[in-house]
Nanobody
Framework: QVQLVESGGGLVQPGGSLRLSCAASGTIFSINNMGWYRQGPGKQRELVATITSSGRTNYADSVKGRFTISRDNAKNTVFLQMNILKPEDTAVYYC????????????????WGQGTQVTVSS
């Protein structure tokens, strides 16, 4: 009923920028929180950033000042603008919508995107 489709990953040089997007589709009435997680090679999945429907944001300390999360509520899309990228940012990035309210009024939980690879290297 709900799908999260990510795009924007790729290879970028250190210091460069990249923008990820994640569009949620389906019979969606509303999505409050949306966020981005990442998992680097040999590492655990970690929170990168979250945003509420009202625009309140939270960031991991490792990305503060470099990454910006934003969203378009009308399109149920969340973005992650990544600037001043570092090699340690290399990871698979996942879009997350923990709670989705359908047009039926039913609440669904735990939606994830398929993941998109971000590689920061010279």
């Amino acid at each position: 009923q709900v799908q999260l489709v990510e795009s924007g990953g790729g290879l970028v040089q250190p210091g460069g920028s990249l923008r990820l997007s994640c569009a949620a589709s389906g019979t969606i009435f509303s999505i409050n929180n949306m966020g981005w997680y990442r998992q680097g090679p040999g590492k655990q999945r970690e929170l990168v950033a979250t945003i509420t429907s009202s625009g309140r944001t939270n960031y991991a300390d490792s990305v503060k000042g470099r990454f910006t999360i934003s969203r378009d509520n009308a399109k149920n899309t969340v973005f992650l603008q990544m600037n001043i990228l570092k090699p340690e940012d290399t990871a698979v990035y996942y879009c997350n919508a923990p709670t989705v309210v359908l047009t039926t009024g039913q609440v669904k939980r735990g939606y994830w995107g398929q993941g998109t690879q971000v590689t920061v290297s010279s």
